[in-house]
């Protein structure tokens, strides 16, 4: 699945409340994961028909499948520059925010509209599914987020980024249900672990770089110019996205 950060800056907001605070919030948010996943009733093991071959083969074979899939292939490279974006957007949003005149605890309740609108797009995403297709989700989000930093750039007030924010984070539990479904949907069983294993590991493993990037953004532009230099990236992944023929014709069923 894609990584989007709608929810780890609430931790600021929380612990601006109470220092115990997000220590509990996660603790409880484990016991919670813990209890849904025992809820789960079907079988989801699969029963493989012929012995496991190498560790390296088995790589390999979910590296060619992966690579055979236009849509997937596209949509990971896509995921991971967007979580570059939103890891560098995080540390740009605080110094953006202080440079606006903010409080610390002000500070924390601009990044807490992340959770306020990741949780808005969590409970919106299962109808906004059933009525776009993927690859209109796909290519639209990336869109959205490249267009709505630059009146973050321009943005007065601290208080004003606030709505900025929740629609960007909106957005990404969107893109979680649609396209990763989507993704879940077409893998087939037998390579699902291999498949999600390398897309997990490009997605997420690109997320380092976003600090990096938004050190040097900050130090030789400033939180304004680093957030333009944001969204030029993302309107560039958009643009991608966009001429990609993966993703603008129909996604084709992957067959076993």
Not at 91 to 108: E, N
Request: net charge positive.
């Amino acid at each position: 699945m894609s990584r989007h950060p709608p929810l780890r800056p609430l931790g600021g907001l929380l612990y601006g409340v109470a220092h115990v605070l997000p220590f509990l919030a996660d603790a409880l948010s484990y016991v919670a994961s813990f209890l849904t996943v025992s809820a789960i009733r079907a079988d989801l093991r699969v029963r493989r028909t012929e012995p496991a071959g190498s560790l390296w083969r088995e790589v390999a074979d979910g590296v060619r499948w992966l690579v055979g899939q236009p849509f997937i292939r596209v949509t990971v490279v896509c995921v991971a520059l967007t979580n570059v974006m939103f890891q560098a957007l995080t540390l740009v949003l605080i110094v953006l925010a202080r440079h606006l005149g903010a409080s610390s605890g002000l500070t924390s309740a601009v990044l807490g509209f992340f959770g306020c609108g990741g949780l808005a797009g969590a409970f919106a995403a299962p109808w906004i599914q059933r009525r776009l297709a993927p690859r209109t989700v796909a290519i639209g989000s990336t869109w959205l987020w490249g267009l709505l930093l630059v009146p973050i750039a321009a943005m007065p007030s601290p208080l004003m980024l606030g709505p900025l924010v929740a629609a960007m984070a909106f957005i990404g539990p969107v893109w979680n249900v649609v396209v990763v479904g989507y993704q879940y949907k077409v893998i087939p069983d037998h390579m699902l672990g291999r498949v999600k294993s390398i897309v997990l590991l490009v997605s997420w493993g690109a997320i380092p770089f976003g600090s990096l990037i938004a050190g040097g953004l900050l130090d030789h532009t400033g939180p304004r110019g680093a957030v333009l230099a944001l969204s030029g990236l993302t309107l560039l992944v958009a643009l991608i996205a966009s001429l990609s023929p993966g993703l603008r014709r129909a996604a084709v069923l992957a067959e076993g």
